[in-house]
C-alpha cells in the first residue's frame, strides 16, 4: 500500500481548528492559537497574522537584535496531565534562539537545523528536557511557561542584525496514541533490484478505549527512494501495542549514485481516525525521530573506520623515515597497559576537572585505587567523604580503560602482538556486560542521558577510545563471533542510541556525531550511523551549521573551533575509509580560518594538520607540522617529508567580517608584531566583550584578557561579562550584544584597523563609540572616542600580562571596596584600590625574564585609576586589572603599548590639533596623536583619516 502523502500546512490547518477552550487535564490545553489569546508578560511581544499561512501568532521582533522573555503563568494546571508541550514557531532575518522553559525545566529549540522562514513543528516531552530536570511547579503550585529569545548569529553572507521569531499553535497535549521505533530493529536488505531500509514502527493505544489509528508520512523530502507503510490504517483495542513495517527502497541505479551511509529522511505521524488533534510523531525530548532510506557502506570487513593500508603505509615509513620508527616504536610501547589489571570501577558520573580540594582550591591527588581519600598538597591533608572527587578520580580510570583500548588496538593492528588483542578484547568484554544496566546521570535530562560520564559530552570522549580499539581488533582471533555480538549490541548500540538521544549546537554536536556515529558503525546500525555523518545535524550539516561561510567556528573562540574540528576530522577520516569523499574546499576553510586569525601562527594543533596538509598540500600549513613531529598523526596519517617553514615572509593583515575578528600584522613569521581584534563577536564564547584585543610581540602576550575559568574551581564566571575585556566600560552596564561596523583596515608599515557603533546601533544605550588600532613599530595604539546622550561613567579596563606592575608617576592608592556594587562582574575584583591619577601616565611590567613592556594611557583630564585582581584560565590564576575612570557625557582615551629586549622604543608620544577648514576639533570628535621612536621614526595616527609615516 502507499504512504499517505500528507502536507505539513494541511497539518498545521488542522491542529488550529480544534476547539480552543479544554479544560485542565483534557487531552488539549491551548496556551495560543485563533481563539486563545493568553497574557504575556514580556517586552517586543505582538499578536500579528503570519503572511505565508493567514495564521495568528506571536512575534518577537528586534532590531538590531539582543533578547527578550516572554512569560505565561497558569493556575490550577497540572502538567502531569499532559504528555508535552506542543508548537509551531519559525525565525526570520538570520539565526535566532528560542528557549521554552517550563518550571526548572528547559528545551533549547535553537539547535534545529538552520532553516530559517520555515515553520518547524515541535514536541517537548514533559518528562525529559535538555537540563538537569527539576520542579515542574513553582513553590505556589503555579505553572510557569516562558518563551526565551536571543540574537544568535549564524555569520553568514547577507545576515541581517535584526530577528524574528513567531510562535503558533501552543499547547499542552496528552496523546492518545504514541508512535516509536526501536533503531536496533531496523534491517537492511539487498539485492539486485535495489536496497530497502525496514522501520518496525510501533503504535501504542494510551486510553481505555479502542482506538482506529492513521499513519501518515511526509513524503516532501525524499527524492531518490519511496516509502510505504504495510499498512495506513489499524485498529488497536484499549492500551494494546502493534507493529506496522515502513520500508525505504531505492532502485539499484540510483543507489550507487550516492556515498556510503548517505539518508534520506522522512518525518512519521500517528493519529486517530478523525481526531486532528491527536496528531503525534516519533520524538524524544524535543528531537523528532525520522526514518529513512539508507545506503549501508559498501566494504563492512574490519577494521570499517580504518583504511586497511595503514598498517602497510606505516611500516614502510618506518623502514625509510628514523622520526616514523620513533613514532610507531612508541605505539608499540604498551607493556605497562599489559601488565596492568583490569578494573572497571562501579562508581560513575564523575566530571574530569572536578578534582579541587573544596578548602585549598587546588588540584587533589586522586585515589584511583578506592576512590575514597585524595590528597592535597597545599593543605597537606585528605579529603574524604567529597562525592565529586570519588567520581571525578573513579572517571580517570574508566578514561584510561579506553584510552588503553584504543592503543592496544594500534598495537595489535601495526605490531601483530596477540597479546595486545585479547587485552583490548578483555576490557570491551567488562564494560559490554555492565553497560545496558548502568543508571543515567540525570534520567529525566537529555544532557545527561548517559551511562558513565557527567555529561553527553563526556560520554562522548570517553566512548572513543573503545571504538577504535573494537574497530582495530575485530578481525583477531581474540573475539569469538558470540563475544562481538555482545560488544555489539550491549555497547556499542546502547552507546549509540543514547548519545544521540542529545542534541546540542557546534562542538557538542560534532563529538556526539563522531562518538554515536563510530560507535554505530562498529555495531552495525546503519540507521543510526547514517542520522550522524548526513543524516539532520549530522557531520555534513555541521561542516556549514557549526562554521561561518569564512570556515570559523560560529563560537567564535579558538578552543571551540578546535574542540568541534577534531572530531570532524575523526568522523571525515572514518568515512573515507569506507569509501565517502570528505576532505573537500569546504572543510579545508576550516583550517585556514584559524591560521587567518592567530597573532603568532602557533596553533598548537599539529596533528589536525598533518591530516590537513596531507589531503590539501597547502604551503601554510607547513609551520604546524614540524612542533610535535614525531608523532602519532604523522605516522599514520601525515607525509613522509615536509619542506622547512620559511620565517622571512612577510605577514599581511587578515579579517574574517562575518566572524568578526580580525589581526593586524606587522613583520615576518620570525619578527613578528600583532594585533588580534575581536569586534564582532566576543573574546570568549557567550561573553560581552565586543571590540577587545590582545597584542603579541614576537610571540610573547603584552596583555590579557579573562577567559573560560574552569568548572572545578569556585571562583565567579567573569568571562561572561564586558568587564573581562581590554574594553570601555559605561556605567558598569556588560554591551547590549550589538556589533560595531569594521569602516577600515589597511596593510603596510603601519597596519590600521577602525570600528565604529553609533547611537542608532550602539554597543551601550544612548552612546557613540569609535575605536582604531594600530601598529606603529614596535608599539600597539589604540584610540577610543565616546559620546553619551547624558552624564557618564567611563571605565578603560586593560589587563597588562604580568603580575608585577608599577605605575609612572607612583600613585597612592587606598582600599576601596565599594567597587564590587559598581557594575557587572565587579564583585569579581579582588583587593581593589583606587587613587587620583593626572591625564597621562604608564603602568610597566615585565611579560616575560626578557622583555619589558609599558603601556601608556592618555585620557582627556584627570581622573582615577582603579587597580584589583581576578581570577582567569582554566586552571585559574590572579591576574591584575587597571580600570582608568572618568565621568561625564564624553570620553577619550590613547593607549599605547611598546615592548623590547633592551630598551623600550618610544621617545616622546603626544597630542596634535586637528584642524577642519581651519577649525579646530574637540578630541571627542577626532584624535591626532605622533609617536617618536628613538631611532628616529615618528609616526602620526589620526582616528578619523589614514595613519602615515
Known amino acids: 500500500m502507499k504512504a499517505h502523502l500528507f502536507c505539513l500546512a494541511a497539518m498545521f490547518a488542522s491542529v488550529c481548528s480544534a476547539a480552543p477552550d479544554a479544560l485542565p487535564g483534557s487531552r488539549v490545553l491551548w496556551l495560543e492559537n485563533d481563539r486563545v489569546r493568553q497574557a504575556w508578560v514580556g517586552e517586543d511581544l505582538l499578536h500579528v497574522i503570519d503572511e505565508e499561512t493567514g495564521a495568528p501568532c506571536l512575534e518577537w521582533f528586534q532590531a538590531p537584535a539582543t533578547n527578550g522573555t516572554a512569560t505565561l503563568t497558569l493556575r490550577d494546571t497540572d502538567p502531569a496531565n499532559y504528555d508535552a508541550i506542543r508548537l509551531q514557531w519559525k525565525y526570520i532575518g538570520g539565526g535566532a534562539g528560542l528557549t521554552v522553559n517550563a518550571g526548572r525545566r528547559n528545551w533549547y529549540l535553537f539547535k534545529d537545523k538552520y532553516r530559517p522562514d520555515v515553520w518547524h513543528d515541535t514536541w517537548l516531552d514533559l518528562s525529559l528536557d535538555d537540563d538537569m530536570g527539576g520542579a515542574i511547579l513553582r513553590s505556589n503550585g503555579t505553572f510557569e511557561i516562558q518563551l526565551q529569545f536571543s540574537n544568535f548569529p549564524q555569520n553568514r553572507a547577507g545576515e541581517q542584525t535584526w530577528r524574528r521569531i513567531r510562535v503558533r499553535n501552543l499547547g499542552l497535549v496528552k496523546f492518545p496514541v504514541r508512535l516509536a521505533c526501536d533503531p536496533g530493529r531496523v534491517t537492511y536488505e539487498q539485492d539486485h533490484d535495489g536496497l530497502r531500509t525496514v522501520f518496525p514502527m510501533r503504535l501504542t493505544n494510551t486510553t481505555e478505549s479502542a482506538q482506529t489509528v492513521e499513519l501518515l508520512l511526509d513524503p516532501a523530502p525524499l527524492r531518490d527512494f519511496g516509502a510505504a507503510?504495510?499498512?495506513?490504517?489499524?485498529?488497536?483495542?484499549?492500551?494494546?501495542?502493534?507493529?506496522?513495517?515502513?520500508?525505504?527502497?531505492?532502485?539499484?541505479?540510483?543507489?550507487?549514485?550516492?556515498?556510503?551511509?548517505?539518508?534520506?529522511?522522512?518525518?512519521?505521524?500517528?493519529?486517530?481516525?478523525?481526531?486532528?488533534?491527536?496528531?503525534?510523531?516519533?520524538?524524544?525530548?524535543?528531537?523528532?525521530?525520522?526514518?529513512?532510506?539508507?545506503?549501508?557502506?559498501?566494504?563492512?570487513?574490519?577494521?570499517?573506520?580504518?583504511?586497511?593500508?595503514?598498517?602497510?603505509?606505516?611500516?614502510?615509513?618506518?623502514?625509510?623515515?628514523?622520526?616514523?620508527?620513533?613514532?610507531?616504536d612508541g605505539?608499540?610501547?604498551?607493556?605497562?597497559?599489559?601488565?596492568?589489571?583490569?578494573?572497571?570501577?562501579?562508581?560513575?558520573?564523575?566530571?574530569?576537572?572536578?578534582?579541587?580540594?573544596?578548602?585549598?582550591?587546588?588540584?587533589?591527588?586522586?585515589?584511583?585505587?578506592?576512590?575514597?581519600?585524595?590528597?592535597?598538597?597545599?593543605?597537606?591533608?585528605?579529603?574524604?567523604?567529597?562525592?565529586?572527587?570519588?567520581?571525578?578520580?573513579?572517571?580517570?580510570?574508566?578514561?584510561?580503560?579506553?584510552?588503553?583500548?584504543?592503543?592496544?588496538?594500534?598495537?595489535?593492528?601495526?605490531?601483530?602482538?596477540?597479546?595486545?588483542?585479547?587485552?583490548?578484547?578483555?576490557?570491551?568484554?567488562?564494560?559490554?556486560?555492565?553497560?545496558?544496566?548502568?543508571?543515567?546521570?540525570?534520567?529525566?535530562?537529555?544532557?545527561?542521558?548517559?551511562?558513565?560520564?557527567?555529561?553527553?559530552?563526556?560520554?562522548?570522549?570517553?566512548?572513543h577510545g573503545f571504538v577504535q580499539g573494537y574497530d582495530l581488533i575485530a578481525d583477531s582471533p581474540a573475539l569469538t563471533e558470540a563475544q562481538k555480538q555482545t560488544i555489539r549490541e550491549r555497547l556499542f548500540l546502547t552507546a549509540a542510541e543514547d548519545i544521540q538521544t542529545h542534541r546540542i549546537c557546534h562542538n557538542q554536536q560534532c563529538e556526539i556525531n563522531a562518538a554515536a556515529g563510530c560507535a554505530a558503525i562498529n555495531a552495525g546500525a546503519w540507521y543510526l550511523a547514517a542520522l550522524r555523518f548526513s543524516g539532520t545535524y549530522g557531520l555534513l550539516d555541521m561542516i556549514e551549521l557549526g562554521f561561518s561561510d569564512e570556515g570559523f567556528s560560529r563560537e567564535n573562540e579558538f578552543p571551540y573551533h578546535f574542540a568541534a574540528l577534531l572530531p570532524i576530522v575523526a568522523q571525515g577520516l572514518s568515512w573515507e575509509a569506507h569509501g565517502g569523499h570528505f576532505f573537500d574546499t569546504r572543510v579545508k576553510r576550516l583550517f585556514d580560518a584559524p591560521l587567518a586569525f592567530s597573532l603568532d601562527q602557533e596553533l598548537g594543533r599539529s596533528e589536525l594538520y598533518e591530516i590537513a596538509y596531507r589531503y590539501y598540500r597547502d604551503p601554510a600549513y607547513v609551520p604546524q607540522l614540524h612542533r610535535e613531529r614525531p608523532s602519532r598523526e604523522a605516522l599514520l596519517y601525515g607525509v613522509p617529508e615536509v619542506p622547512q617553514p620559511s620565517g622571512s615572509?612577510?605577514?599581511?593583515?587578515?579579517?574574517?567580517?562575518?566572524?568578526?575578528?580580525?589581526?593586524?600584522?606587522?613583520?615576518?613569521?620570525?619578527?613578528?608584531?600583532?594585533?588580534?581584534?575581536?569586534?564582532?563577536?566576543?573574546?570568549?564564547?557567550?561573553?560581552?566583550?565586543?571590540?577587545?584585543?590582545?597584542?603579541?610581540?614576537?610571540?610573547?602576550?603584552?596583555?590579557?584578557?579573562?577567559?573560560?575559568?574552569?568548572?572545578?574551581?569556585?571562583?565567579?564566571?567573569?568571562?561572561?561579562?564586558?568587564?573581562?575585556?581590554?574594553?570601555?566600560?559605561?556605567?558598569?552596564?556588560?554591551?547590549?550584544?550589538?556589533?560595531?561596523?569594521?569602516?577600515?583596515i589597511e596593510d603596510g608599515d603601519l597596519p590600521m584597523a577602525r570600528y565604529e557603533a553609533t547611537r542608532a546601533a550602539a554597543m551601550y544605550p544612548g552612546v557613540s563609540h569609535s575605536r582604531t588600532y594600530a601598529i606603529a613599530g614596535d608599539a600597539f595604539v589604540v584610540i577610543d572616542r565616546l559620546a553619551a546622550d547624558r552624564e557618564r561613567r567611563f571605565d578603560l579596563a586593560y589587563y597588562p600580562s604580568a603580575d608585577a606592575v608599577t605605575s609612572t608617576p607612583e600613585l597612592v592608592f587606598a582600599d576601596y571596596p565599594q567597587l564590587a556594587g559598581q557594575g557587572s562582574g565587579y564583585d569579581a575584583l579582588e583587593s581593589p584600590a583606587i587613587a587620583t591619577c593626572p591625564p597621562s601616565f604608564t603602568l610597566d611590567y615585565q611579560p616575560n625574564k626578557t622583555l619589558k613592556a609599558r603601556t601608556h594611557i592618555l585620557l582627556d583630564g584627570p581622573g582615577q585609576l582603579l587597580r584589583a585582581r581576578t581570577y582567569t584560565g582554566w586552571n585559574p590564576y590572579l591576574t591584575p586589572i587597571y580600570l582608568a575612570r572618568r565621568q561625564g557625557k564624553t570620553f577619550t582615551a590613547v593607549t599605547v603599548i611598546e615592548a623590547g629586549e633592551t630598551n623600550l622604543p618610544i621617545a616622546a608620544i603626544e597630542r596634535l590639533p586637528v584642524l577642519v577648514e581651519g577649525r579646530a576639533v574637540p578630541s571627542s570628535e577626532r584624535i591626532a596623536i605622533r609617536i617618536r621612536m628613538k631611532n628616529g621614526r615618528t609616526y602620526d595616527i589620526d582616528d578619523g583619516s589614514e595613519a602615515r609615516e
Open 649 to 744: 615572509n612577510t605577514l599581511r593583515n587578515s579579517s574574517l567580517p562575518l566572524a568578526g575578528k580580525s589581526t593586524l600584522r606587522r613583520g615576518t613569521a620570525g619578527d613578528l608584531r600583532a594585533l588580534q581584534i575581536h569586534w564582532g563577536a566576543p573574546t570568549y564564547r557567550g561573553g560581552k566583550d565586543m571590540l577587545n584585543y590582545l597584542v603579541s610581540f614576537r610571540g610573547t602576550a603584552l596583555n590579557r584578557s579573562v577567559t573560560r575559568i574552569g568548572y572545578g574551581y569556585s571562583v565567579h564566571g567573569l568571562s561572561y561579562d564586558t568587564l573581562a575585556g581590554n574594553l570601555v566600560q559605561v556605567d558598569g552596564l556588560d554591551q547590549t550584544g550589538v556589533r560595531p561596523v569594521q569602516v577600515l
Open 331 to 463: 605505539m608499540l610501547a604498551v607493556k605497562d597497559i599489559l601488565e596492568r589489571p583490569v578494573v572497571v570501577p562501579e562508581l560513575r558520573h564523575g566530571y574530569p576537572s572536578h578534582n579541587i580540594c573544596p578548602e585549598h582550591q587546588k588540584p587533589v591527588k586522586q585515589d584511583l585505587v578506592a576512590f575514597r581519600r585524595h590528597w592535597c598538597e597545599a593543605g597537606k591533608h585528605f579529603v574524604e567523604g567529597a562525592d565529586h572527587l570519588d567520581r571525578a578520580a573513579a572517571m580517570v580510570v574508566h578514561t584510561r580503560n579506553s584510552d588503553d583500548c584504543a592503543k592496544l588496538g594500534w598495537a595489535w593492528f601495526l605490531g601483530g602482538d596477540e597479546r595486545c588483542a585479547r587485552k583490548a578484547a578483555e576490557l570491551l568484554l567488562a564494560y559490554a556486560r555492565r553497560y545496558p544496566e548502568w543508571s543515567y546521570a540525570g534520567a529525566g535530562a537529555t544532557g545527561y542521558r548517559i551511562r558513565v560520564a557527567h555529561a553527553v559530552l563526556g560520554e562522548c570522549w570517553w566512548i
Open 229 to 328: 507503510f504495510a499498512t495506513n490504517e489499524i485498529t488497536l483495542a484499549p492500551n494494546a501495542a502493534a507493529t506496522v513495517p515502513l520500508t525505504f527502497s531505492i532502485p539499484a541505479v540510483k543507489a550507487a549514485a550516492h556515498a556510503p551511509l548517505y539518508i534520506e529522511e522522512a518525518p512519521v505521524y500517528a493519529r486517530v481516525k478523525g481526531d486532528p488533534d491527536s496528531l503525534t510523531t516519533w520524538y524524544r525530548a524535543y528531537v523528532q525521530w525520522k526514518p529513512g532510506g539508507v545506503i549501508p557502506p559498501r566494504r563492512t570487513a574490519t577494521p570499517i573506520m580504518t583504511d586497511p593500508e595503514t598498517r602497510t603505509n606505516v611500516l614502510l615509513m618506518a623502514g625509510l623515515y628514523p622520526w616514523a620508527r620513533q613514532a610507531l
